[in-house]
């Protein structure tokens, strides 16, 4: 008994005695920053893009949805699916379905348009897949800012 209660004193005696340190950082480009208030955007990791730009703009009534993507080493060819979207609404007001091939620059780009009349908030979703050898290498979800229509 004796033993048994000497055990447990000592093993809260080590727990409430062992010190963690924990440190952490706001960091931009390597240096600290000197404000919470700072927007830092996380970029996520891709194995075969270098980067993917999803955008829309406006030309009068047209709504212009466009996605670039830049790969890190070659590919075969991308396919993307890209829908224009409404704020505050779950469907589609447009869904297109491609098969990119890479332009002179290697580089890989979408680019169509669609009418919208009603006032709001409007975006680009594109779901990417990438091919190289003829086999999938990644799939990705990319989404542009919203802008305003009117």
């Not at 062992?18 to 919470?36: F, I, K, P, R």
């Amino acid at each position: 008994m004796k033993k048994s209660f000497l055990t447990c004193i000592l093993i809260v005696a080590l727990i409430l005695t062992t010190s963690v340190t924990a440190l952490a950082a706001d960091t931009v480009n390597g240096s600290v920053s000197e404000s919470n208030s700072e927007e830092i955007s996380i970029t996520p990791y891709y194995v075969s893009v270098a980067s993917v730009l999803a955008s829309i703009s406006f030309s009068g009534s047209k709504a212009n949805a466009t996605v670039y993507i830049t790969p890190k080493s070659s590919l075969d060819y991308v396919k993307v699916n890209v829908k224009l979207m409404k704020s505050g609404s779950s469907s589609a007001i447009k869904s297109w379905t491609q098969k990119l091939e890479p332009r002179n620059s290697g580089n890989f780009a979408f680019a169509e348009k669609k009418s919208v009349s009603a006032s709001g908030k409007y975006y680009v979703k594109a779901k990417v897949k990438c091919y190289k050898d003829n086999e999938l290498v990644e799939t990705f979800n990319v989404e542009s800012k919203k802008l305003q229509y009117k």
